[in-house]
Nanobody, 124 residues
Framework: QVQLVESGGGLVQAGDSLRLSCAAS????????VGWFRQAPGKEREFIGT????????NNAGSAKGRFTVSKDNAKNTAYLQIDNLKPEDTAVYYC?????????????????WGQGTQVTVSS
């Protein structure tokens, strides 16, 4: 079993950047595909991006291309989500999740383990 803890969220201004962290324990992230999702109040959970176990390939949602970057540091057993040029519509709770599914998947139900989320609030 993998335990995931997100951090790095907060209140920021439009145009700022943030790097969210997802610290894993219990198992190595080398064995898992990592996904990032977000959920705004009253909306469904939205896929942002996913990183293969090998870290050699990433897939981002169309809306996330260019401003969101998923990465991983195996030595620290931590995944990251870099968000640049933040916009008020990026306000949401951000979650990391893991799966053993090899192929890229954008479906939340395909991810087995989830963190508790970290709140990002962007003011205009």
């Amino acid at each position: 079993q993998v335990q995931l803890v997100e951090s790095g969220g907060g209140l920021v201004q439009a145009g700022d950047s943030l790097r969210l962290s997802c610290a894993a324990s219990g198992r190595s992230l080398r064995n898992y595909r990592v996904g990032w999702f977000r959920q705004a109040p009253g909306k469904e959970r939205e896929f942002i991006g996913t990183l293969a176990r090998s870290s050699l390939s990433t897939n981002n949602a169309g809306s996330a291309k260019g401003r969101f970057t998923v990465s991983k540091d195996n030595a620290k057993n931590t995944a990251y989500l870099q968000i640049d040029n933040l916009k008020p519509e990026d306000t949401a709770v951000y979650y990391c999740a893991t799966t053993t599914i090899v192929n890229p998947t954008t479906t939340p139900e395909d991810y087995y383990y989830w963190g508790q989320g970290t709140q990002v609030t962007v003011s205009s």
